[in-house]
Nanobody, 122 residues
């Protein structure tokens, strides 16, 4: 199977920065795409940024402040977050679409991390 482990969340003051990491491990044949989502209290989980086929995309609310990147050698995805605002407070989840080796056959699986809390507050 495939697992995602996130790290890097925490408490930061408005205007501060954080970098989230998402490390994939397991029976990985190829990682097709990776993304970051976030879920604020009492709200739905929304896409923040995604990376596929070498191209990146971020939602308008974080454009110019957040950057998604990937280290293919480490199977790790990053979300660099600058100029953080209180409205960025949420649990951030990593997502990966992966071709995995399961029972000697290749299958496409969608995997989620456990989430990491980001709190922006003075």
């Amino acid at each position: 199977q495939v697992q995602l482990v996130e790290s890097g969340g925490g408490l930061v003051q408005p205007g501060g920065s954080l970098r989230l990491s998402c490390a994939a491990s397991g029976s990985i044949v190829r990682i097709n795409n990776m993304a970051w989502y976030r879920q604020a209290p009492a709200k739905q989980r929304d896409l923040v940024a995604r990376l596929a086929n070498g191209e990146t995309d971020v939602v308008d609310s974080v454009k110019g402040r957040f950057t998604i990147s990937r280290d293919n050698a480490k199977n790790t995805c990053y979300l660099e977050m600058n100029n953080l605002k209180p409205e960025d407070t949420a649990v951030y989840y990593c997502y990966a679409g992966v071709k995995a080796d399961i029972d000697r056959s290749h299958r496409f699986v969608e995997v989620w991390g456990q989430g990491t809390l980001v709190t922006v507050s003075s």
